[in-house]
């Protein structure tokens, strides 16, 4: 079957992570989770539909031009989904909330992995890639996807699944009027944008165009010493589903802290206060609000005690989850920081941070492996990663001239970018 070419064009927007790169991170997410009800849920070949369509649905309001995409995103709209489920569902929950919750999840790892990949790796490639792609008002969100499908494999898409009628009340309670069809719409041009990778890989096609472009960006998907890449998305989506969960079930959450980076008596922390290395970075369970934030929450501190001022960024503002402490001054150099954020701290749902949480990364260089930690390291544990695997897809033959006509075609991402500072 022929389809028109303009539906291609359309279709290739990406916006942050591509398509088809959140639908591997959703998947892998799932083996990332430990044993329990959640695991069991989402891993049901039965609820995959609702999970890979929930994870599919921020982007689809975006190539039709309409606000529903952007509001899907966030933690509010998402908020009151979850705050449907409960008041709908009793506990625990059976299999009429298992669909539902397995879209509020997919809807949680879009929004979630969009915000962990824009805010480090994207962020680094606005400056290494700055005089390329960057420059020339190419995608990097398109390139990396092309180049993730070539790394891991491409993506299938189950028998569609949308929540139409529930979501139509919901986004009616944020003051966006949506019906079903422009959903089911902008959905279908969401399932074409990953036919076209699953195409254009599966046919060997020629990324060098994007390579070229973006080179650090197209080089660094599997390095494990740069944060955000997909791997590292999969695990932060995986312990932000397990704080969904609680929240499903009235728990109060166990920790508001997800992870930092550095990680707690990790090395390499850059000393130039001007690079994005140089920036400790907090990633919250709950969204936060930018006018909460009080300086007073934050300190860094050298071994001898001095306090290093530091400019606090909330990278997409109200209701993001990611914090960059941007230095106001170059960090001492072989030295341990100390970072203390103190019990208080609020997040949007008026949640705080029950005691200080502190911890240390250090500005010397990584040590060599020897099997031991050297005297100097703090005792604080660092956390383990896991790594998972990936879902290969079917393809069949069309022509790459095809990719290219509709990677520079008229329309360009629209998904929000942050600005290149803190506030």
């Given at each position: 079957?022929?389809?028109?070419?303009?539906?291609?064009?359309?279709?290739?927007?990406?916006?942050?992570?591509?398509?088809?790169?959140?639908v591997?991170?959703?998947?892998?997410?799932?083996?990332?989770l430990?044993?329990?009800?959640?695991?069991?849920?989402?891993?049901?070949?039965?609820?995959?539909?609702?999970?890979?369509?929930?994870?599919m649905?921020?982007?689809?309001?975006y190539?039709?031009?309409h606000?529903?995409g952007?509001?899907?995103?966030?933690?509010?709209?998402?908020?009151?989904?979850?705050?449907?489920?409960?008041?709908?569902?009793?506990?625990?929950y059976?299999?009429?909330?298992?669909?539902?919750?397995?879209?509020?999840?997919?809807l949680?790892?879009h929004g979630?992995?969009?915000?962990?990949?824009?805010?480090?790796?994207?962020?680094?490639?606005?400056r290494y890639?700055?005089?390329?792609?960057?420059?020339e008002?190419?995608?990097?969100?398109?390139?990396?996807d092309?180049?993730?499908?070539?790394?891991?494999?491409?993506?299938?898409?189950?028998?569609?699944?949308?929540?139409?009628?529930?979501l139509?009340?919901?986004?009616?309670?944020?003051?966006?009027?949506?019906?079903g069809?422009?959903?089911?719409?902008?959905?279908?041009?969401l399932?074409?944008?990953?036919?076209?990778?699953?195409?254009?890989t599966?046919?060997?096609?020629?990324?060098?165009?994007?390579?070229?472009?973006f080179?650090?960006?197209?080089?660094?998907?599997?390095?494990?010493?740069?944060?955000g890449?997909?791997?590292?998305?999969?695990?932060?989506?995986?312990?932000?589903?397990?704080?969904?969960?609680e929240?499903?079930?009235?728990?109060?959450?166990?920790?508001?802290?997800?992870?930092?980076?550095?990680?707690?008596?990790?090395?390499?922390?850059a000393?130039?206060?001007t690079?994005?290395d140089?920036?400790?970075?907090?990633v919250?369970?709950q969204?936060?609000?930018?006018?909460?934030?009080?300086?007073?929450?934050?300190s860094?501190?050298?071994s001898?005690?001095?306090?290093?001022?530091?400019?606090?960024?909330?990278?997409?503002?109200?209701?993001?989850?990611?914090?960059?402490?941007?230095?106001?001054?170059d960090?001492?150099?072989?030295?341990w920081?100390?970072?203390?954020?103190?019990?208080?701290?609020?997040?949007?749902?008026?949640?705080?941070?029950?005691?200080?949480?502190?911890?240390?990364?250090?500005?010397?260089?990584?040590p060599?492996?020897s099997?031991?930690?050297?005297?100097?390291?703090?005792?604080?544990?660092?956390?383990?990663?896991?790594?998972?695997?990936?879902?290969?897809?079917?393809?069949?033959?069309?022509?790459?001239?095809?990719?290219?006509?509709?990677c520079?075609?008229?329309?360009?991402?629209?998904?929000?970018r942050?600005?290149?500072g803190?506030?």
């Amino acid at each position: 079957m022929s389809i028109p070419l303009a539906l291609f064009l359309t279709a290739a927007v990406a916006q942050a992570n591509g398509q088809t790169t959140h639908v591997w991170i959703t998947r892998a997410a799932v083996e990332n989770l430990p044993s329990g009800d959640l695991r069991d849920l989402l891993a049901d070949p039965a609820q995959e539909p609702m999970l890979v369509h929930g994870t599919m649905f921020p982007d689809g309001g975006y190539p039709i031009g309409h606000p529903y995409g952007e509001s899907a995103h966030w933690e509010p709209l998402q908020t009151r989904y979850l705050d449907w489920i409960r008041s709908t569902f009793d506990l625990p929950y059976d299999r009429a909330a298992a669909p539902h919750i397995a879209f509020l999840m997919g809807l949680g790892s879009h929004g979630l992995a969009d915000q962990t990949f824009d805010a480090f790796y994207l962020d680094r490639s606005q400056r290494y890639d700055a005089d390329l792609g960057w420059a020339e008002g190419l995608s990097m969100d398109e390139a990396t996807d092309f180049k993730w499908a070539s790394l891991r494999g491409t993506q299938t898409v189950p028998e569609r699944w949308i929540p139409d009628e529930v979501l139509t009340e919901i986004f009616a309670q944020e003051g966006i009027e949506v019906d079903g069809e422009t959903m089911h719409q902008g959905q279908g041009l969401l399932e074409l944008a990953i036919g076209l990778v699953t195409v254009t890989t599966s046919s060997d096609g020629d990324l060098s165009r994007y390579e070229e472009a973006f080179p650090w960006a197209t080089e660094n998907l599997e390095n494990p010493d740069v944060p955000g890449i997909p791997d590292y998305e999969t695990e932060v989506v995986a312990s932000y589903w397990l704080s969904l969960w609680e929240q499903l079930h009235a728990r109060d959450p166990s920790t508001l802290i997800d992870r930092t980076w550095p990680v707690d008596g990790g090395y390499g922390l850059a000393t130039d206060a001007t690079s994005p290395d140089a920036r400790i970075s907090i990633v919250f369970q709950q969204g936060l609000l930018s006018a909460e934030l009080e300086p007073d929450f934050f300190s860094v501190e050298d071994s001898s005690g001095t306090d290093h001022p530091v400019d606090i960024w909330l990278y997409y503002g109200d209701h993001s989850h990611i914090i960059h402490l941007v230095p106001r001054a170059d960090w001492p150099a072989d030295d341990w920081m100390t970072v203390t954020l103190r019990a208080g701290l609020p997040t949007r749902t008026g949640a705080t941070l029950a005691t200080n949480h502190v911890f240390s990364v250090s500005t010397q260089p990584p040590p060599e492996d020897s099997g031991t930690l050297p005297e100097s390291t703090p005792t604080t544990d660092a956390p383990t990663k896991r790594r998972c695997g990936c879902t290969l897809g079917a393809a069949t033959g069309v022509p790459l001239q095809w990719f290219w006509l509709a990677c520079s075609g008229p329309l360009i991402c629209m998904r929000r970018r942050p600005h290149r500072g803190p506030s």
